[in-house]
């Protein structure tokens, strides 16, 4: 795993190749994906264009790729999406041993990574749980609810509580979590094809090479709730794949063009508060701002199945497939401060005091 790293493509190579990637294989298997899973073929492709590389590049490029990707096939992108996050602890990590093994593969996508981190920000007991061992290692158990991309990644970063309110991250291959009868699928309506998982873990070993990072479990939930009140760049991307359905209607493409207008306002606004502002401020702006991109986003797909007509009602269909990503980008994510900027939203919307 340990080798010199390739030289690093253009911020216009990358986009390039992915742009490529996306016009040639993604869009025109879509719909088939969304019935089929996504294949790692995928992902693989995407590597190879430099867009599993962006983590730890400018993050404006990264949200360039995401939305290339999202507008191409939304299920694709949530598996590419969640590679990212493990390239960045792995960068930062203290931890020589394991960046010298897995940060050149990960960057350069020979090693796809998922993650499983997202259960660290519910409230009520710990669903998973490290406990300290001999030599640096820990031993983890509990459930991981929600992991994307099962039997595409080779990694998974995983987090759990530790004692003195301590979370820990461990980047663990995959087989050592796919024990006898600890692997639940979910069962989804929208995005199944990205192979979610629920897992469970009885006395799971983590070695001292494996360890990432800790860090205090306030401190990571702030960051993470200050992040997450942001816009998702693959929104604006599921936005230009919508608009760009509408399109093909006459009746529709004056719906097209007003959310296209839209949607490049609401872009600005979105990025201006990320690049201009600290994460910490700005947190109701935010939030709306993200209400709104979402609303747009389902209003846009119901406009596709409208314009598709009954046939839309088909679960291989585009519009379809539209509709579900459009949903998924509702509760992708979501808080209870996203719900509420959203249910003040409507609210504004129907008149409602």
């Not at 409230?123 to 991309?149: D, F, Q, S």
């Not at 199944?192 to 939930?221: G, I, K, P, Y």
């Amino acid at each position: 795993m340990v080798g010199s790293p390739a030289p690093r493509p253009s911020d216009a190579e990358v986009l390039s190749e992915t742009s490529r990637v996306a016009d040639e294989l993604l869009s025109p298997s879509a719909d088939r994906t969304a019935r089929d899973g996504v294949p790692r073929s995928h992902l693989d492709a995407l590597g190879a264009s430099g867009a599993l590389g962006l983590a730890t590049r400018n993050p404006a490029l990264l949200r360039r790729a995401t939305e290339i990707v999202s507008a191409a096939d939304g299920a694709t992108w949530f598996v590419y999406a969640q590679h990212h996050q493990p390239v960045r602890a792995v960068a930062a990590s203290d931890n020589r041993i394991l960046r010298d093994r897995w940060l050149t593969p990960l960057l350069t996508g020979r090693t796809l990574s998922g993650h499983a981190i997202s259960h660290l920000a519910r409230p009520g007991p710990p669903a998973i749980t490290a406990t300290p061992g001999r030599y640096g290692g820990w031993t983890l158990n509990g459930r991981i609810p929600w992991l994307t991309g099962w039997g595409l990644a080779d990694v998974v970063l995983v987090g759990a509580v530790a004692p003195d309110d301590r979370v820990l991250f461990a980047l663990l291959p995959s087989e050592d979590l796919d024990a006898p009868q600890a692997v639940h699928r979910h069962t989804l309506w929208s995005m199944a094809a990205t192979h979610a998982v629920a897992v469970d873990l009885h006395s799971v070993a983590v070695t001292r090479d494996q360890v990432v990072s800790t860090a205090r479990h306030e401190d990571w939930l702030n960051t993470y709730l200050h992040h997450n009140a942001n816009t998702h760049p693959a929104v604006f991307g599921h936005l230009r794949a919508t608009t760009r359905y509408l399109g093909r209607y006459e009746a529709f493409k004056g719906w097209a063009d007003h959310a296209t207008l839209l949607a490049d306002r609401l872009r600005g606004h979105a990025y201006g508060l990320i690049d201009t502002r600290p994460a910490h401020e700005a947190i109701e702006e935010r939030l709306a701002t993200r209400a709104a991109v979402v609303d747009l986003a389902l209003r846009s797909a119901a406009a596709c199945l409208a314009a598709s007509g009954a046939r839309a009602m088909g679960s291989d269909t585009t519009a379809a497939r539209l509709m579900g990503e459009a949903a998924f980008h509702l509760v992708h994510g979501q808080t209870p401060r996203a719900q509420h900027a959203y249910a003040h939203l409507t609210d504004v919307r129907t008149g409602m005091p």
